[in-house]
């Protein structure tokens, strides 16, 4: 850290007559400027696309189930293998890159081909989800619509000739739009992007993030109303021991996902190493048994199941119905996403919640007939449950479910209920679903949430306690050369006035004194530089830019810049590196 | 100029999708007509669990439309699955709180499942709250309802109450007026159900039903002049009105019998007291025929008959009926008919108008 940057902090400027739009203005490049305004439009086209992606999913349900899937019905069985069929060819010869949710897709754009994601892909995942999911697959159109807004993102970015860094950066602002516009929720779809696209809080990206994910909103909002998804009476926790109930969700719910996850993991990589031929008749074969699930009885697990979430909240089945759904519905949504059909887990993730929500809800109620919860706030609570458990996204799981019921008095089971299920989950299984899927295709993208639990070495980590005496910029050569008689040290510290620090050797402080410069301060008698200096808690990677400049680097408070609080030398830092890497290799 | 190109591009988009999104619309909603339609056509033709079914698609096609979701929650009340209706009921009156008719259901709900405290609320909120049409009729419905729950849960006291503010505001209509007596006939109270019924033949003199309970609080109110009068015309009016012919019967044979009517002659009053004595004292003999002597209400009936001889002759030496003797007698009377009820049931017609006579003369000491 310079010292120009510390005087900064320090020194406040004093009010001018300047507003703040043209502070603002002033402080941002007009390239950021235009980043910005870019991303405004991403979010407007991103919400066009998913407007329109909705709707044809809607049309292609209605067109092939017809508007009132019933059990017994032949199309059932029909739609969902032939339009597989199709999907199949379309896949394998025409859109390669539509395979799988989307989400994974999007990351490695951002990472491996910066930022490029091909237009074909936005048309293509268009095409093919909408059908895979209209003819009754069970996935959802979330994680398609966040890959269509990165497409349209990436495709806008070349159009405009923005920088390689810019490019890259236009995935995750595509990404936001996209899933903000399917979810018609900015925070989600915000946070989502944050903890699992890219990984940390980057205020370079967030502001266009937010603009995006913003106006993609406004857009859909402006098309199909802005009514939340669900809508469901306001909570009251009578009894904060109720939260019991929820937590007891929470474990339910965190084995669950668990499951789920170890299904899709298992299943995925075994099928793709079946014969090429088998490709063709994945899709399709996926698509029969999901319609036999249908067809005997519950066409409930087919497509997202969003009305299905609706009638599960207004307490339309059984608790056991519930539980019967929740469990169908993970065989089916397995089957279609390790087949490789185009399509998001999402939507299905949220219905296995909502469905194992209202079941749990309906046993705890048998057993403890004074719980006041609802079976709308058990489902609500379970979408939660599982997303955190399933997609391991903890803080997207609690702020989707309050943006999708508008409903905040839900907000402590949810905490309490998540908690519990993403413990369980990582337990259970190690590695998130989103991570797994990409190693099972062969990408190394980094893990979100191994490099949010990397334990982060600091400067306090390897810094020591200064083994010489600390000199004073007012002291005379000849008091400080009698003082460093006692010490052993080579290099010494010395505390500049008003604030800072330098350092001087004892072969110079000697020089000095031989020279007859005794009785000269040492602020007079050295040379002006400074040395920078660093605080505990900073990074140690940061250290590693200035022990290279100088032999001690000073650590000090954060509250008083002349207070030391140790020393840090190049020696200690590199030692401190190689008894880590020592310690992870045993 | 890119911004230009790009703005250009966003509104040819808008008006590209908005073409879109309203035909989307259109058909969703005529989709959502069309199961509604079906829905209450099958509901028509007694088919509730499809018609649920149909208005459960309707919603999916237009989840936010009101009637849809109440028809599905009447539906389901009415097939009993309460649990579900309560859940769509109560998403309503979280939308429209005032609503009239998603009160009243809910109501009825509450109602259904025994939370007294619940269906008073909505049934309240009903009868203050907003209907779109026919208001007045609406809100008194549920006002009466109200009182029938009430009547039904044995909480007479607040049905009381909210049939006396229902008095308030009735408008001048016999068969209102009428029903609202009939339920404070139900309550017991007839003086109020009498003033009613009177005020509801004063819209209307011809009306049975108001003729029939004017004739029955009379009655009750020992009356049985003016409750005579009622339902003579009440017969008239409807001669299948058996209640009324029985209660017509038993007044004209109390006035017949009543030794103590007024501007009676002293011979006629005699007469009378001496049949009524006669009739208690063979009614006494039938009963005292089938009791067991040794037993405490055989001796008690034993000790009856000892005094109805006793009265008996003073009885025959009477030649003025204002006299103590008369009093004493039509105690007797009372007591012999009471007994005998208590221990062989109830007697003829004739017994019972003595019996009536007896309480009216306790009520009338009283």
């Known amino acids: 850290m310079s010292d120009s940057r510390s005087s900064a902090v320090h020194e406040v400027e004093l009010p001018t007559h300047e507003t703040a739009m043209q502070r603002f203005t002033k402080n941002i490049s007009r390239e950021e400027r235009f980043f910005l305004v870019v991303a405004v439009f991403i979010g407007i086209f991103s919400g066009l696309g998913v407007v329109c992606f909705r709707l044809f999913i809607d049309w292609t349900k209605i067109w092939l189930l017809g508007p009132m899937p019933q059990a017994g019905d032949w199309r059932l069985l029909v739609a969902p293998s032939a339009v597989g069929l199709l999907v199949t060819l379309l896949v394998i010869y025409v859109f390669p890159q539509v395979r799988g949710s989307g989400v994974n897709q999007t990351k490695a754009a951002l990472y491996i081909y910066n930022g490029y994601i091909p237009f074909r892909t936005a048309v293509g995942k268009f095409i093919t989800a909408a059908l895979a999911i209209g003819s009754g697959q069970s996935l959802g159109p979330e994680d398609p619509s966040l890959q269509i807004g990165a497409s349209l993102a990436s495709a806008l970015g070349r159009r405009l000739q923005l920088s390689r860094e810019r490019l890259r950066l236009l995935a995750p602002v595509g990404a936001a739009a996209g899933l903000a516009a399917a979810f018609n929720a900015p925070i989600s779809a915000v946070l989502f992007v944050i903890e699992e696209v890219i990984g940390r809080w980057s205020a370079g990206i967030l502001g266009s993030v937010v603009l995006s994910a913003v106006s993609s909103v406004v857009v859909v909002r402006w098309f199909l109303g802005s009514e939340p998804l669900f809508r469901i009476p306001a909570v009251g926790l009578v009894q904060p021991t109720e939260l019991i109930a929820y937590a007891m969700l929470g474990i339910v719910g965190g084995v669950a996902a668990s499951l789920f996850a170890k299904a899709v993991a298992f299943l995925r990589p075994r099928l793709r190493a079946l014969p090429r031929w088998t490709q063709y008749l994945q899709i399709s074969a996926a698509g029969v048994l999901i319609g036999l699930i249908g067809y005997l009885g519950t066409p409930q697990v087919m497509g997202a199941g969003y009305e299905y979430m609706d009638q599960a909240m207004h307490d339309q089945f059984t608790w056991k119905m519930l539980a019967i759904l929740a469990g169908l519905k993970i065989v089916a949504t397995t089957l279609s996403f390790v087949s490789g059909t185009p399509g998001g887990m999402f939507a299905p993730t949220l219905f296995v919640g909502a469905m194992l929500g209202g079941a749990v809800g309906g046993v705890e109620r048998i057993f403890y007939p004074n719980l006041t919860g609802s079976t709308a706030t058990y489902a609500l609570v379970g979408m939660g449950v599982l997303f955190a458990g399933f997609l391991r996204a903890p803080m997207t799981s609690v702020f989707m479910v309050l943006e999708v019921s508008g409903n905040y008095s839900i907000i402590l089971p949810v905490i309490v209920a998540n908690t519990f299920a993403y413990v369980i989950s990582r337990s259970v299984q190690p590695t998130p679903i989103f991570d797994m899927l990409t190693r099972q295709d062969g990408l190394d993208l980094p893990s979100m949430e191994e490099q949010r639990e990397e334990s982060i070495l600091r400067v306090e980590d390897a810094m020591q306690v200064p083994n010489a005496p600390v000199l004073e910029a007012a002291e005379t050569v000849q008091q400080v050369y009698q003082r460093i008689q006692q010490s052993e040290a080579d290099v010494f510290l010395v505390r500049l006035q008003p604030t800072g620090w330098t350092c001087v050797s004892r072969d110079v402080l000697k020089q000095m004194n031989g020279e007859g410069k005794g009785e000269l301060t040492l602020i007079s008698s050295l040379p002006t530089e400074r040395l920078p200096y660093l605080h505990p808690d900073l990074p140690l990677e940061m250290a590693l830019r200035y022990v290279y400049q100088s032999e001690l680097v000073p650590v000090v408070s954060r509250a008083d810049f002349r207070k030391l609080e140790g020393v840090i030398s190049r020696d200690a830092v590199l030692n401190k590196y190689r008894v880590v890497s020592r310690t992870e290799s045993e | ?366």
Request: with cysteine.
């Open chain 2, 1 to 366: 100029m890119v911004f230009a190109v790009l703005s250009l591009i966003a509104v040819a988009g808008f008006a590209g999708v908005t073409r879109l999104t309203n035909r989307y619309g259109e058909q969703q909603k005529a989709l959502a007509r069309r199961m509604y339609a079906r829905g209450l056509n099958d509901q028509k033709d007694g088919h509730p669990d499809r018609s649920i079914e149909d208005f459960r698609s309707a919603l999916g096609y237009d989840r936010d439309n009101f009637q849809y979701q109440l028809s599905l929650a009447r539906a389901l009340r009415d097939t009993g699955r309460t649990r579900e209706a309560e859940a769509y009921l109560v998403n309503l009156w979280e939308r429209s709180p005032q609503d009239g008719f998603v009160n009243l259901a809910l109501g009825r709900l509450a109602s259904r499942q025994g939370q007294v405290e619940k269906a008073i609320q909505y049934y309240h909120n009903a009868a203050y709250g907003v209907w779109p049409s026919n208001a007045e009729v609406n809100r008194r419905n549920a006002e009466f309802e109200l009182i029938d729950f009430l009547l039904r849960r044995g909480a007479h006291a607040q049905a009381e109450a909210e049939l006396l503010a229902l008095c308030a505001t009735l408008p001048a209509d016999a068969d209102l007026r009428t029903h609202v007596a009939q339920l404070f006939a139900q309550l017991g109270k007839y003086e109020r159900a009498l003033a009613l019924f009177d005020a509801a033949l004063r819209l209307n003199p011809t009306l049975p039903e108001a003729l029939a309970g004017a004739g029955n609080a009379a009655f009750q109110l020992a009356r049985y002049r003016a409750a005579e009068k009622y339902l003579k015309h009440a017969v008239s009016a409807n001669p299948s009105d058996a209640g009324s012919k029985d209660l017509l019967q038993t007044s004209s044979l109390i006035l017949q019998m009543d030794p103590f009517v007024r501007h009676l002659r002293s011979s006629e009053r005699i007469r009378r007291l001496r049949a009524a004595f006669d009739t208690a004292g063979k009614r006494l003999n039938i009963c005292l025929t089938g009791a067991d002597a040794d037993s405490p209400q055989g001796s008690s009936l034993l000790s009856l008959k000892s005094n109805w001889i006793q009265m008996k002759t003073r009885l025959s030496h009477m030649t003025n009926a204002e006299g103590d003797t008369s009093d004493a007698a039509m105690d007797l009377i009372s007591e012999i008919e009471q007994q005998v009820q208590l221990q062989c049931g109830a007697g003829g017609p004739s017994d019972r108008a003595l019996l009536l006579l007896a309480k009216a003369r306790q009520g009338a000491d009283q």
